[in-house]
């Protein structure tokens, strides 16, 4: 009979901290066998609970609900665990922490987990300390997520050395100062996340070389921060939200007829520029460009359009709306405000 794995019991304590229910039942800990059994990934694990336990957290060994049952099973493997993935030679690849409302920080202990190509830190309010330089060991990390947390500081120019990152999600934060160009480097990068925190400073240059993948789209949020200046004349994304920022000039390059922009947000700023010769995207779906100082007239290929959504309300816009398409589905809201629009789905008629 195979002897019971440390690992096993220093997982189950690691997804009892993220499990409030768990905690409440005080269940016995399963035995677990196949797991990953590498001392370093042992003591990683042993480190990342040890850093919750310090700060008044009595953490009972719990049975864990396997995937899709509904009741505890003491004898499950710890790789069919809830929020535990392993790869087909037992290898911890994925650990989830959410939900801990306990002081929290991460671990350096965290870059001796080799194998891990996602880490996810999701709903923590009392995140504390910030990210530790030994994540750079984590060269096979694909998903790097620390969502709605205190985490505050700065965005680490270390990031960028993590070169398989496909997505970062760092949203819903206290990060401030501004975004390191150095994250343009990450070439496997898909999306983008940093929504919801303080940043300053402008958009890198840098961000021009972000694209689409050959089987994917690019995804780039920068919304809801206090980025100022212009936008890179190079961006060319299909998805890119920098709505609610201090951004000013022209964004007239993300309305070019052959782009690969699909959804675009750009509301609430002070963008300023002419839509009357821009070329709409073939693909977009939805453009928001309201609360801004956009002059100009509607181009009139917006009727060839297959649009989802649109507003470009709050602007300095004038002329008649063109008329066809989905134009009009869009109604009055989407054109109201602007200084001499007319026709519908306005109720004013044109001279």
Known sequence: MPMPSECGVVLSNFVTATNPWILEHRLFAPVCYGSDTTRKTKEALKTMILSIEPYGIYIQRGSLIPRNKGSPNPSADCCSWNYVGCDPSDRVTQILFYNIHTPFQIPEAVGDLPYLNTLDFNDIPNFTGSIPYSITKLQNLEIL???????????????????????????????????????????????????????????????????????????????????????????????????????????????????????????????????????????????????????????????????????????????????????????????????????????????
């Open 145 to 351: 997520r620390i969502w709605n947390t205190s985490l505050s500081g700065p965005i680490p120019e270390f990031l960028s050395q993590l070169k398989n990152l496909r997505y970062l999600y760092l949203g819903y934060n206290q990060l401030s100062g501004p975004i390191p160009a150095s994250l343009a480097n990450l070439n496997k990068l898909q999306s983008l996340d940093l929504l919801s925190n303080k940043l300053s400073g402008s958009i890198p240059d840098s961000f021009g070389s972000f694209k689409d993948g050959e089987y994917s789209i690019f995804s780039l949020d920068l919304s809801h921060n206090q980025l100022s200046g212009g936008i890179p004349t190079s961006i060319n994304v299909s998805s890119i939200d920098l709505s609610h920022n201090k951004l000013n000039g022209d964004a007239s390059m993300l309305l070019r007829e052959n782009g690969a922009e699909e959804w675009i947000y750009l509301s609430h700023n002070q963008l300023d520029f002419d839509l009357t010769k821009v070329k709409f995207p073939k693909k977009l779906k939805v453009l928001d460009l309201s609360h801004n100082q956009i002059h100009g007239n509607i181009p009139k290929q917006v009727i060839k359009l297959d649009l989802e959504s649109m507003d470009l309300s709050y602007n300095q816009l004038c002329g008649k709306i063109p008329f066809g398409g989905n134009v009009q589905k869009m109604g009055a809201k989407s054109f109201a405000h602007n200084r001499c629009l007319c026709g519908p789905p306005l109720p004013n008629k044109c001279n």
